[in-house]
Nanobody
């Protein structure tokens, strides 16, 4: 069973910042890592991904930055200028080379509220 370990969620005021981390086993040959988020009653939606390039959903462009430490198989999501609508459970994922199956983290709660 592949486990991705997330950290970094929490409560922050609007306009604040948080940094999420997600570590995959170093034995994985990773092609893509990224983040989804989910609010109650809604489907999980993509936020950002990183492989040879980065991709962002429109609502976070210019505010969120995804990066990856290849030696550690760890992906980061720096979230700045947070808004209440960013409140969600954030899930990281990893896909291996030649295997499009997504492996997921356990999820971390991000709450943006005054």
């Amino acid at each position: 069973q592949v486990q991705l370990v997330e950290s970094g969620g929490g409560l922050v005021q609007p306009g604040g910042s948080l940094r999420l981390s997600c570590a995959a086993p170093v034995s994985m040959f990773i092609n893509v890592m990224g983040w989804y988020r989910q609010t109650p009653g809604n489907q999980r939606e993509p936020v950002a991904s990183i492989s040879e390039r980065t991709n962002y959903t429109d609502s976070v462009k210019g505010r969120f930055t995804i990066s990856k430490d290849n030696a550690k198989n760890t992906v980061y999501l720096q979230m700045n200028s947070l808004k209440p609508e960013d409140t969600a459970v954030y899930f990281c994922y990893a896909e291996q080379i030649l295997n499009p199956v997504k492996y997921w983290g356990q999820g971390t709660q991000v709450t943006v509220s005054s």
